[in-house]
């Protein structure tokens, strides 16, 4: 059983957190909710005692006998604050420490994770910004918030993420510790499949699910880097912590993957873009002919958009590609290696009912200085994991060769 802290900040989304309190303790875990006091404007103490099963305080001066504001911190294991109002990331950034919950943030020795909820204005202001910032270098996990409907009409970047999507998150976290080796980096993540037009109604396309990039974003996104998403045609949950940027074809996945690659640290390209598409689009849906017989579709070669980044790459920037092949695997992926000019490529077998679409992946990775490691079939959560321990190898190599020149 794990001891989880349920902070709760004075924000119209607080009566989400009810949701999320839900999943931590029907998985198990033991959960002290403190809200502020402006919580409980929003959420009444009632409601949290209940679904907690433990008592609810916003004062210090509640129960001094047990020294509250001390004991909470550290016998936390891990602290969610949902809503994380602009206040108090203010005051956690600064140590302010004047009510029970800013005081367990004070104390706490475990992870935090932090999920952001306030208009759009308020998040983009430069204070936000440098506190945001400064939580982060400290090895605060600071979930990225969500786009949509806010506060009255009002939408835009500044909505709580989904609390499936927070619980996934904060479970990876403390799964890690305190370990945050992608933090202060910039990890752009592709995922899904694109789909090149035919006619109005039809498309070439894949069977890319974009679970494994997804699993990638998340997996980056807990390991405390600034993550982009970009997705081609995917229809799974938004993760919570990660910026998505939504894309349909090829050349739409380039131009957006070229904008993020800019200045990030690693670019992991999961996704599975088409090779081809119709040479040209037609205006109307495509009828068949009197005799059954299809017209010809020419087809012309779309970009190699891996291999694009691969040849304009920053000095330390690490480029993971990906092969997915149906025959020949290795031999084919050793090719593509050389010819995107990746640090390490992530080779996998797929087909019908094979990987895609599947929870689970069997992959080898090839590195540029010619290591090979296979692995036998885990779960797309762990093979995230798995990919970016090599990453952080390679930045650490890196690092060190820089120190030596």
Known sequence: MTEVVLGVAGGIAAYKACELLRLFTESGDRVRVVPTAAALKFVGAPTWAALSGQP????????????????????AELVVVAPATADVLAKAAHGIADDLLTNTLLTATCPVVYAPAMHTEMWENPATQANVAT????????????????TGKDTGKGRLPDPAEIWELARRVRKRGLDRDLSRLHV????GGTREPLDPV??????????????????????????????????????????????GTTEELRVAVVKAA????VVVMSAAPADFRPATVAEEKIKKTDDGTPAPIALVTNPDIAAELGASKRPGQVLVAFAAETHDAIEHARAKLIKKRAD?????????DRVFGADHNEVTLLGADGSTAAYAELPK??????????????LERQVADDGTA
């Open 202 to 247: 039809r498309f070439l396309g894949n069977r890319s699910s974009g679970k494994q990039g997804y699993a990638l974003a998340k997996a980056a996104a807990a390991r405390g880097a600034r993550t982009t998403l970009i997705a081609a045609n995917v229809t799974l949950p938004d993760p919570a912590g990660v910026d998505i940027v939504r894309v």
């Open 188 to 191: 752009v993540v592709t995922a």
């Open 135 to 150: 939580l982060r270098a400290r090895g605060a996990v600071v979930i990225e918030p969500a786009v949509g409907r806010l």
């Open 344 to 352: 390490l490529i992530v080779v996998n077998e797929v087909g019908v």
């Open 381 to 394: 959560d762990d093979v995230a994991d798995m990919i970016y321990d090599h990453v952080v190898r390679l």
């Open 262 to 265: 800019v200045d990030a640290d």
């Open 56 to 75: 609810v305080a916003t004062d210090v001066w509640d129960d001094a006998h047990e020294v509250p504001h001390v004991r909470i911190g550290r016998a």
